[in-house]
């Protein structure tokens, strides 16, 4: 079992940055898939960034290809989501999630799942 906080959520202007984290607690955070959602108001959650258990592979959604970066530090049990040229369309809450295989991170299908920290980005 693992328990998901995340942390570094915050108000951001147009073209500005934001690093997200997301700190596990539990046994065993290498045999997890982490993977990033985000849930905008009005709107269903969506995926945004996966990453393999040693960090090996990443996937992106299309709408953030290129502009956010998922890393891992299995070390520190904690997992990143460096975010640029966010905008406004980037304002939602973001989830840190947890499974035990690639595609159900990527489905988020797993088990864990953090409580979600806000990012808004001004207009």
């Known amino acids: 079992q693992v328990s998901l906080v995340e942390h570094g959520g915050g108000s951001v202007e147009t073209g500005g940055s934001l690093r997200l984290s997301c700190s596990a607690s539990?046994?065993?955070?290498?045999?997890?898939?982490m993977g990033w959602f985000r849930r905008a108001p009005g709107k269903e959650r969506e995926f945004v960034a996966g990453i393999s258990w040693n960090g090996g592979r990443d996937y992106y959604a299309d709408s953030v290809k290129g502009r956010f970066t998922i890393s891992r530090d299995n070390d520190k049990r904690a997992m990143y989501l460096e975010m640029n040229d966010l905008q406004p369309n980037g304002t939602a809450v973001y989830y840190c999630?947890?499974?035990?295989?690639?595609?159900?991170?990527?489905?988020?299908?797993?088990?864990?799942w953090g409580q979600g920290t806000q990012v808004t980005v001004a207009s």
């Open positions: 999630h947890a499974a035990f295989s690639m595609p159900d991170a990527l489905g988020g299908a797993g088990l864990y």
């Open positions: 539990g046994n065993q955070f290498t045999s997890y898939y």
